[in-house]
């Protein structure tokens, strides 16, 4: 199933996912370790805001995610 990072944005299959977290009773499908730490440190934020798909012409724009799979 097709689902969006909520802390990025990017959109990824949910069973790609390189982890997942669970908050108010809902799933979330993180894309990387960053955005799983991210999600970690403040959940009620990133669940609380559904955010755009990032662009991916010739790459995401996640710096801090490098390497991890998603900019090709």
């Known amino acids: 199933m097709k ?3 909520p802390v990025c944005g990017m959109d990824i ?3 790609a996912a390189f982890a997942t977290e669970n908050h ?3 799933t979330y499908y ?3 370790a960053s955005c799983r730490d991210k999600f970690r440190q403040d959940p009620a ?3 609380q805001v559904a955010q755009p ?3 991916h012409a010739g790459g995401c724009g996640h710096a801090e ?3 991890h799979g998603c900019c090709k």
């Open 3 to 5: 689902t969006k990072d």
């Open 13 to 15: 299959e949910s069973t």
């Open 24 to 26: 108010g009773g809902q």
């Open 30 to 32: 993180l894309c990387s």
């Open 45 to 47: 934020r990133y669940a």
């Open 53 to 55: 798909a990032a662009a």
């Open 65 to 67: 995610h490098a390497g």
